[in-house]
Nanobody, 115 residues
Framework: QVQLVESGGGLVQPGGSLRLSCAASGSIFSINVMGWYRQAPGKQRELVARIFRGGTTFYADSVKGRFTISRDNAKNTVYLQMNSLKPEDTAVYYC?????????WGQGAPVTVSS
């Protein structure tokens, strides 16, 4: 079993920055894909960004140029640096990791962008 623990959410003003972290622990042997999703009130969960073990990244159009995903394979940790935050970025952010064919989710980190 793999457990994911997120940190770094909170309240920030428009234009501000936040950095989310998600650390995996447990029965880890090779996590191929790490990613971040978000779910705003009344909306479906959506993919924000993902990064593969070799470093290839993918971003949703809505966050390109503002968010950066990175990972530390030695620490089994994925990060999401969020800059130039907008009110529409307000959501609960979830990390997701895929090992073999099994997906694991974090508990969610609320992010609120408001003045």
């Amino acid at each position: 079993q793999v457990q994911l623990v997120e940190s770094g959410g909170g309240l920030v003003q428009p234009g501000g920055s936040l950095r989310l972290s998600c650390a995996a622990s447990g029965s880890i042997f090779s996590i191929n894909v790490m990613g971040w999703y978000r779910q705003a009130p009344g909306k479906q969960r959506e993919l924000v960004a993902r990064i593969f073990r070799g470093g290839t990244t993918f971003y949703a159009d809505s966050v390109k140029g503002r968010f950066t995903i990175s990972r530390d394979n030695a620490k089994n940790t994925v990060y999401l640096q969020m800059n130039s935050l907008k009110p529409e970025d307000t959501a609960v952010y979830y990390c997701k990791m895929i090992q073999s064919t099994t997906a694991y989710w974090g508990q969610g980190a609320p992010v609120t962008v408001s003045s």
